[in-house]
């Protein structure tokens, strides 16, 4: 039995926008995003100063921006659904 005290980050109704990306040479590894326990974060293979940056499941992520909000460098951003490359500012 699983106890849940908030909405399933994958449940397909709360689907809130496209998936995000990471800039992958802005991350620095801090980590603040993987406490979210979001299941479509995932380790990197590059990594700084010895911690291994993040990256993103887009067929699992449902776009709800929890991540970005809580990223301290402000590097994960929608992707352009033309180029699926970030959107920078
Ligand atoms: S926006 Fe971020 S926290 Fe939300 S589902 Fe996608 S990867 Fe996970
Ligand atoms: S919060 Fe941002 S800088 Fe920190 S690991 Fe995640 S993507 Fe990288």
């Known amino acids: 039995m699983i106890i849940s005290n908030r909405p399933c980050v994958l449940d397909p109704m709360k689907i809130k926008g496209p998936a995000l990306t990471i800039v992958n040479e802005n991350c620095n590894a801090c980590q603040s995003c993987m406490n979210l326990g979001c ?8 990594t700084f100063e010895g911690r291994h940056k993040v990256k993103i499941d887009a067929s699992l992520c ?5 991540c970005a909000q809580v990223c301290t460098v402000d590097c994960i951003k929608p992707t352009s659904p033309l180029t699926s490359t970030p959107v920078t500012q």
């Open 39 to 46: 299941p479509a974060l995932t380790w990197g293979t590059d």
């Open 62 to 66: 449902i776009g709800c921006t929890l």
